[in-house]
């Protein structure tokens, strides 16, 4: 269980201070596939960095009874100097996990072949993606957010992940958020909007969806 | 895989236990400071490693950059004090080369660690991501490896000098090797602000070399205390770096040349600025990570 209890959070912008989450309250039991949806700068990505702990919330607390994955964002996590098998190999000291179970995995899922022994700085937006992605599931956190980055990955790659986070790792929990829908409905089975900092609940993905459209 | 990562932080409680945690009976005060420490030592190390991969790179010898780097500065300042006159030793009891050998080594280590630390972080914001790298741990493995680099070059120019019969092996090794992890010390805490400066100002990263240019005087590295005026004694005695420099060449001299200066003092000013420096930091994270 993750429990996030009257988060908020605000950021200090020229014009003065600015709220982007509040009073945000939110429980991710175990195996539970969460979607949010919002639109640009509503704050989504700032809620998934407070849940992996990358920053602090300004009031409200974070009870975390399960590990949880670094946020999948485009940049985050790895490092553009380093090739893909150096940031494997950082990122699984940094984790205590084992080089030679976690390589072989990431290999197969992330399909990046020869690439792996470029400095990741030459990727591309989805190959960055599929690397991050591929890492951070053969650590095996037992929730994984997730922010936007599906998004970019082509179809094989989308196909490999549905089997791997759905079938394969059924228990695992993924927190979603994206400005899209089509990922969330079909992954998730809880949803939520995010919207100008508050989070709203809705009883099943299609409501959310309707309401996020009425949005736009 | 059996692997379970275990994130002891949360972002308001420190010491609430995650994971697996209640398969097991623990002392939480204790164990989460042991496994604190056990999660920093492996980011440290981590860290470290991608350093050096980052700045050698991982092929061939590119790691001996390391320590010939310090060890090419050491050698041609020794050559070009030795032939120019620039430097004026008074009396015999140093030769010139074991002068510039400690005072260059100590300069060079004094200015690429507060340089390197200085434009430090907001390249590394992407490793931030991960919640047990922390600030600190960017800082603190690069100047590990910064000292790791000089102190290398230190130790093998000493033995090949000594091999070239240009200076004695040190007369008291333990005050060498105090000296130089006093010197040391406060370089670090030194290099903890500017790591703080270089993140809060953009002006600082473009004057941080000027500034370490007009700190010369004060690194004690061109003169002893001794051979000076009084007036200038005293001020030169007020800078850590003098101290540090000045009890290290009594290491590698002995008594036969007279310096000056104070442990407690140099122990007492580190303390400060250690202190200064860790709570100016706890803020950069928020920094980077919140724009």
Redesign the interface.
């Known amino acids: 269980m993750i429990k996030l209890e009257n988060i908020t959070k605000h950021y200090k912008t020229s014009r003065g201070q600015r709220t982007v989450l509040r009073n945000i309250n939110l429980n991710i039991r175990r195996g539970e596939k969460v979607g949010i949806l919002g639109r640009n700068g509503s704050g989504k990505s700032t809620l998934v960095r407070i849940m992996g702990g990358v920053t602090v919330p300004d009031e409200g607390k974070i009870i975390k009874g399960m590990s949880i994955s670094w946020p999948l964002a485009f940049e985050s996590g790895i490092q553009g100097s380093l090739t893909g098998f150096d940031n494997i190999n950082f990122i699984c000291r940094v984790y205590a996990a084992d080089i030679d179970e976690v390589l072989p995995f990431v290999n197969e899922f992330s399909e990046l072949g020869h690439y792996l022994y470029e400095p990741t700085r030459s990727y591309s937006s989805g190959m960055k993606a599929r690397l991050n992605f591929a890492i951070s599931m053969a650590i095996d956190f037992d929730c994984m957010l997730i922010d936007e980055v599906l998004a970019v990955g082509d179809a094989g790659f989308k196909d490999r992940c549905r089997e791997e986070l759905l079938v394969k790792r059924k228990d695992k929990a993924i927190v979603l958020v994206s400005h899209e829908a089509d990922m969330i409905r079909e992954i998730c089975d809880t949803a939520y909007v995010l919207n100008e900092g508050t989070l709203l609940n809705f009883s099943d993905v299609n409501a959310a969806y309707q309401y996020y459209s009425s949005l736009l | 895989?059996t692997?379970?990562?275990?994130?002891l932080?949360?972002?308001?409680?420190k010491n609430?236990n995650?994971?697996h945690a209640e398969t097991k009976q623990i002392n939480p005060l204790r164990d989460t400071f042991i496994e604190s420490l056990k999660i920093q030592t492996?980011?440290i190390?981590?860290?470290f490693?991608?350093e050096i991969?980052?700045r050698y790179g991982?092929h061939g010898l590119g790691f001996l950059w390391l320590f010939l780097e310090p060890m090419m500065f050491s050698v041609g300042v020794t050559i070009i004090w030795s032939v120019s006159g620039m430097v004026h030793i008074r009396g015999n009891s140093i030769s010139m080369a074991g002068f510039a050998l400690t005072g260059y080594s100590s300069l060079v280590l004094w200015r690429n660690m507060v340089n390197r630390l200085a434009n430090n972080t907001s390249y590394?914001k992407?490793?931030?991501?991960?919640?047990?790298?922390r600030v600190i741990d960017l800082i603190f493995s690069r100047a590990l490896l910064e000292f790791a680099a000089c102190s290398l070059s230190l130790l093998l120019l000493t033995f090949v000098f000594w091999g070239l019969e240009l200076i004695e092996l040190p007369v008291d090794p333990l005050k060498v090797f105090v000296a130089w992890a006093l010197y040391a010390w406060f370089v670090f805490s030194a290099g903890m602000l500017a790591a703080y400066m270089g993140e809060s100002s953009e002006i600082f990263e473009r004057v941080v070399h000027v500034m370490m240019y007009l700190t010369l005087p004060l690194t004690g590295v061109f003169t002893m205390v001794a051979w000076m005026p009084p007036v200038i004694q005293k001020i030169l005695l007020l800078s850590p770096l003098v101290n540090g420099v000045e009890m290290m060449r009594e290491g590698y001299f002995g008594m036969s040349i007279h310096a000056e200066y104070s442990v407690s003092y140099l122990i007492i000013v580190n303390l400060f600025i250690t202190l200064l420096g860790l709570i100016l930091i706890r803020n950069i994270?928020?920094q980077l990570?919140?724009?």
């Open positions: 895989m692997f379970s990562p275990i994130n932080e949360t972002s308001s409680e609430h995650s994971g492996r980011v190390w981590a860290l490693l991608r991969i980052t991982r590394s992407g490793l931030l991501y991960h919640p047990n790298v994270r928020r990570i919140d724009g």
